[in-house]
Nanobody
Framework: QVQLVESGGGLVQAGGSLRLSCAAS????????MGWYRQAPGKQRELVAG???????NYADSVKGRCTVSRDNAKNTVNLQMNSLKPEDTAVYYC?????????WGQGTQVTVSS
């Protein structure tokens, strides 16, 4: 059974940093691309960053230069380092993986950036 568990969210002032982590189980982690999405109140869920099995990365324009996605295949974790946070980064952040033709999601972790 695939499980994704996010951690690391919290309340931070604008300009601050947070590091989110997602622990994956029930899958061959190293063989799969992983993604981070976020959903703000009243808005659609949107892609923040993705990382392929070989380490290729992509980012939403809104976070380029401020966020870094990484993976640790030995620990089955994918991380999102977020710097220079802005109030508009406030959202629930989700880890996701596509397997067997469907998307699996974690429960999310809340990030709140105060101005």
């Amino acid at each position: 059974q695939v499980q994704l568990v996010e951690s690391g969210g919290g309340l931070v002032q604008a300009g601050g940093s947070l590091r989110l982590s997602c622990a994956a189980s029930g899958m061959i982690f190293s063989a799969n691309a992983m993604g981070w999405y976020r959903q703000a109140p009243g808005k659609q869920r949107e892609l923040v960053a993705g990382i392929t099995s070989s380490g290729g990365k992509n980012y939403a324009d809104s976070v380029k230069g401020r966020c870094t996605v990484s993976r640790d295949n030995a620990k089955n974790t994918v991380n999102l380092q977020m710097n220079s946070l802005k109030p508009e980064d406030t959202a629930v952040y989700y880890c996701t993986v596509r397997l067997y033709g469907r998307d699996f999601w974690g429960q999310g972790t809340q990030v709140t950036v105060s101005s």
